[in-house]
């Protein structure tokens, strides 16, 4: 075969993730282009497209040694770039032939990815024929398989899927397309085969935690579709079971869930909005789709502050007629209706029906849209209690002789008191739930007002929405990033405490990424916009945030089921106590009767079930946030607190994920000069090993020594000539094979070798200067979060594919129980799944593509936010900073935020199982009390209260960890 004609030659590069990484390539390729602008970097399909005529594999090995794994591929014009190799003949055999096609939506993880594969074994014949693209959601399968069967199985699976088109299909021209890459898809390669763990590990810590985190809730975003909306006239528990169904029955909604504590509900699926709002309307509640959620969060904070206003001044109203009424009745008339004051309760009964209406007229019109419905909640049993006291006052007022003497007894005030403590109790809810928010607000009001542009060579500053993607923007000292990007010009010190929690200024220069809402504390720097609007981190994390605090763990559920029939409950206890009491009870028997009914439907509180999970999930998600640990699901949140088993993977996560200087040990001579000796040879190499001993060398301020002569050994070490005299720098074997003695330097070289080092021995002409180590140092934190897991009853185990010795020397090291050597990729997922198999509640830590599976098999899986987004997006908890302290913060988070939803729980539990017994009249045989209804308005609107209050305990939260105090020891 010929070598194919090409128009270009194309790299397929991983790690490559954001401007910074793009900048490196074009910078490193440039000798060989002859110009940056020819090098097109793809950090979308992560390739790296280069003129033709360029020696690919040269290009490869260039791109490679910059810390981006790459190897050649394909040109454009579709065939391989060099039909002489067996990998390009595999390509272009692939390629040519037709394979089936779907597209699929809300596969979002290898998780799904299996679950597809099995589904379609039996259609494929096996699952390795079913190719799952996660990043551009397509199904691939063998040619002859039924399109429209596969894509049936797969909708059945629980992704919707549909055929798209069959590869190498003929358009009405008669021209064929030009088949895709086999080995174009980002970071892996069917035909390549993939890189080894830890180079992917250490490609993925070059990621910053913003960038990462960014583009995978971008890929979420466009993968789910999720429908937002507004209600009004919520009140309980059993409102939310009511419009959660309603949700539910519109077609194409797969998931529906409604949070009290912030009156919001969300759909999920492929649904008309118009439709939802007309669900939610049609069950009774008021409901408008949420098209800008700043606008939406903004006016709900202005209708809250009205509401409490409103409710304040009805409280007041209402509660100053009741204490009027009891007052007149107690001290200048009676509460009995005589024939004397009959014509002033009259009165006084239309006056209490009218403020009834005024200040609690909303009770009465949600009860009567839950009657329409069929439907009975909260307001339904204020209404029937209220109503029913006020019926049966009017009537004794009206008709005095028709009531035995001792059940001409008034209750207008105990109406009015009713509805005042009630809108009492409201507003104070109100005002404590606006403080669950607060972590949100937090977040909101990091973000920049304006942006200070320069277009057209003139600085301009301009609201941050009209930012766009590639402005420049120039930011002083002590300004807010308005939008992320990448540094131009200029250097500084970035606070990104808001996106990490670490409180440490970084040093960020040209080619850095930079984050929107983050602090500029030192120099003026230029940097050009690639995320703007919702496209930003802070505003990904927001609306992360804003999820997890709506989503309902598995308790919550159970509270929900018991609410669904709670008011239904209470009204059957409310009849049955009133039959009671008419047929056994002493006289008056109707006034007991009507005193019973009435406290037994006002003392029950279903909003207190109601609000006891969400109003704690809100606050312990946006307490993890706080701590830089991002928590997408609420059944996450709640088991993070029983974990007993955390496996960590070793690159990235207890390391640093790159190499670095560890130890400098000089034979007889200056270890400056040792160092600045090692640095001047290796300034001419881009090895990772030689980025270490330079960044060692700057760190201490050495300069490096002239070196000539420069030369790379594969498999040896490198070598050049200083002052006349050979350098070299390099392993053992080959010094000692040029003859060279290492003098006093085997202790030094041994301990090297046992903390998981490499030694490096120098040599200045015939003689050994000394020894560098160079290791995947373990972060300054590591050991301390450890520990902090053992202190908490929790066994650490550590997976990693590197050999046993280093393996033992870094668990012993980091204080780790037990460790696993020699683990493959795809083997990770097996010790998860073995482990869980033996009793334990798994957790697992991990950056990497090969993390993955691991994560998505455990109990809960925290993705390091600095790591890849493949493991973010099969992670439940990410934490946004590199440190492993993030675990532990999560898992007291959890530990704390679930000890508060039990103990709202109980309370609502035990509220609610004393007072309506007692409300009924269990207390009335022992000790002849009977509970009044206004005592029992004070007791419901209070239970309420307490719940909100204890759940707002959490804002005061800390963990055993300060990030502040451990730096001054670093």
């Known amino acids: 075969m010929d070598k194919t004609v090409t128009l270009k030659t194309t790299l397929t590069i991983s790690g490559a993730t954001c401007q910074g990484c793009a900048k490196k390539i074009r910078n490193a390729l440039e000798p060989l282009t002859g110009s940056t602008e020819l090098v097109e970097v793809d950090l979308d399909k992560q390739t790296v497209a280069l003129p033709d005529g360029i020696d690919a594999e040269e290009a490869a090995r260039i791109v490679t040694e910059t810390g981006y794994p790459a190897e050649p591929v394909q040109a454009e014009g579709g065939e391989c770039c060099d039909s002489q190799s067996e990998k390009a003949e595999s390509c272009c055999a692939s390629s040519k032939e037709k394979k089936v096609t779907l597209s699929i939506s809300g596969a979002s993880c290898q998780g799904c990815a299996k679950k597809i594969r099995n589904a379609l074994e039996s259609l494929a014949g096996s699952t390795e024929n079913v190719e799952v693209d996660l990043d551009n959601q397509t199904v691939t399968l063998p040619a ?15 992704y919707p899927a549909e055929p798209v088109q069959t590869e190498d299909e003929e358009d009405s021209d008669g021209q064929s397309e030009k088949p895709e890459s086999c080995c174009a898809s980002k970071k892996a390669s069917s035909c390549h085969g993939s890189q080894s763990a830890e180079k992917e590990d250490t ?12 583009d995978q809730q971008r890929k979420n975003t466009d993968t789910e579709e999720q429908v937002a909306l507004s209600v009004t006239g919520a009140t309980c528990a059993s409102c939310v079971n009511t419009i959660e169904k309603a949700l539910m029955s519109v077609p194409g909604v797969t998931h529906a869930h409604m949070n009290l504590s912030d009156n919001t509900a969300t759909a999920t699926g492929d649904a008309d909005p118009q439709a939802l709002v007309e669900a939610v309307e049609s069950s009774g509640y008021g409901a408008s789709v949420i098209e800008n959620e700043d606008e939406a969060d903004a006016r709900k904070q202005e209708e809250d502050q009205k509401q409490y206003k409103t409710l304040l001044v009805k409280m007041a109203v209402s509660l100053s007629l009741g204490l009027g009424l009891m007052i007149w009745g107690m001290g200048i008339d009676t509460m009995m209706v005589t024939e004397a004051n009959q014509l002033t309760w009259i009165n006084l009964g239309i006056l209490t029906l009218g403020v009834m209406i005024a200040t609690g007229g909303h009770f009465y019109t949600g009860a009567w849209k839950a009657f329409k419905h069929h439907n009975a909640n909260m307001d339904t049993l204020i209404a029937l209690g209220t109503g029913t006291a006020w019926l049966y006052s009017i009537v004794v007022a009206s008709f005095p002789d028709a009531l035995p003497e001792m059940a001409r007894h008034v209750y207008f005030e105990a109406s009015a008191m009713i509805i ?31 942006a200070r542009v320069i277009r057209d060579g003139e600085e301009q500053d301009i609201p941050v929405e009209d930012v766009q993607k590639g402005d420049q923007i120039r930011v002083r000292p002590g300004e ?62 927001i609306k992360l945030v804003k999820k997890a605090q709506g989503s309902k ?21 409310a009849v049955v106590a009133a039959l009671v009491w008419y047929n056994v009870g002493p006289e008056p028997a109707v006034v007991h009767m ?50 007993d088993l955390v496996i960590l993977d070793k690159t990235g996560t207890i390391t640093e994920g790159r190499p670095a200087v560890t130890h400098v040990q000089a034979s007889d001579s200056d270890e400056s000069k040792l160092l600045a000796l090692a640095a001047g040879l ?34 040896k070490g490198v070598q050049g000539e200083h002052d006349g005299q050979p350098v070299r720098l390099g392993n053992r074997r080959w010094l000692e094979a040029e003859g060279l003695a290492m003098d006093n330097l085997d202790e030094a070289a041994r301990r090297i070798t046992e903390e998981a080092g490499t030694p490096l021995f120098l040599a200045l002409g015939e003689k050994v ?55 493959l990729p795809e083997d990770k997922a097996e010790v998860v799944s073995e482990m869980r198999g033996k009793g334990y509640t798994v957790a697992m830590v991990g950056d990497g593509i090969n993390d993955a599976p691991a994560l998505a098999a455990a109990d809960v899986g925290f993705a390091i936010g600095t790591g890849t987004d493949v493991a973010i997006e099969s992670a439940a908890i990410t934490l946004m900073r590199g440190s492993l302290h993030g675990v532990p913060d999560a898992i007291e988070i959890s530990r704390a935020t679930v000890t508060n939803i039990h103990q709202n729980l109980f309370g609502a539990f035990i509220y609610n199982s004393l007072g309506i017994p007692v409300a009924a009249g269990l207390l009335y045989p022992l000790w002849g009390i009977l509970m009044s209804p206004i005592l029992a308005g004070a007791a419901m609107s209070l239970s309420s209260v307490t719940v909100v209050s204890n759940a707002n305990r959490l804002r005061l939260f800390r963990t055993s960890h300060q990030p502040t105090a451990d730096k001054q020891k670093e």
């Open 144 to 158: 002859g398989v039924d399109a429209k069967e596969a894509a049936r199985i797969v909708t059945e699976t629980g």
């Open 203 to 214: 490609a993925d810590a070059e990621a910053t935690p913003a960038q990462s985190f960014r």
């Open 420 to 450: 005042g403590l009630i809108n009492l109790g409201q507003a104070l809810e109100l005002r404590a739930k606006g403080k669950t928010s607060e972590a949100v607000r937090r977040l909101l009001d990091l973000r920049a007002k304006t």
């Open 480 to 541: 807010k990033l308005p939008v992320d990007g990448v540094i131009a010009e200029g250097s500084t010190r970035i606070d990104e405490s808001m996106l990490t929690g670490e409180p440490m200024p970084v040093s960020k220069g040209e080619g850095d990424d930079v984050s929107a809402g983050t602090l500029n504390t030192h120099g003026s720097i230029i940097y050009e916009a690639t995320r703007v609007g919702s496209d930003t981190a802070l505003a990904q994390i």
């Open 553 to 573: 763990p598995a308790i919550g559920r159970l509270a929900d089921k018991i609410s669904s029939v709670f008011v239904p409950t209470v009204m059957l206890i």
């Open 594 to 643: 009507m005193v019973a009914a009435t406290t037994v439907l006002i003392i029950a509180c279903p909003c207190a079930l109601g609000l006891a999970t969400p109003m704690s999930v809100m606050v312990g998600v946006g307490k993890a946030a706080e701590y830089g640990a991002l928590i997408r699901q609420g059944d996450a949140l709640q088991t993070a607190g029983k974990l």
């Open 682 to 715: 290796e300034q001419h190499s881009e090895h990772p090993l030689a980025e270490a001993i330079l960044a060692k060398a700057k760190e201490d301020d050495i300069e490096p020594l002239k070196v000539t002569g420069f030369e790379a050994l594969n498999g």
């Open 769 to 823: 200067l000394g020894v560098i180590g160079v290791a995947d140092a373990i972060k300054p934190d590591s050991k301390a979060a450890i520990e902090r897991l053992h202190q908490a009853g929790i066994k650490v185990m550590m997976v990693t594919g590197d050999i046993d010795a280093t393996a033992k020397a870094i668990a012993t090291k980091a204080g780790i129980d037990d460790y696993r050597a020699e683990v």
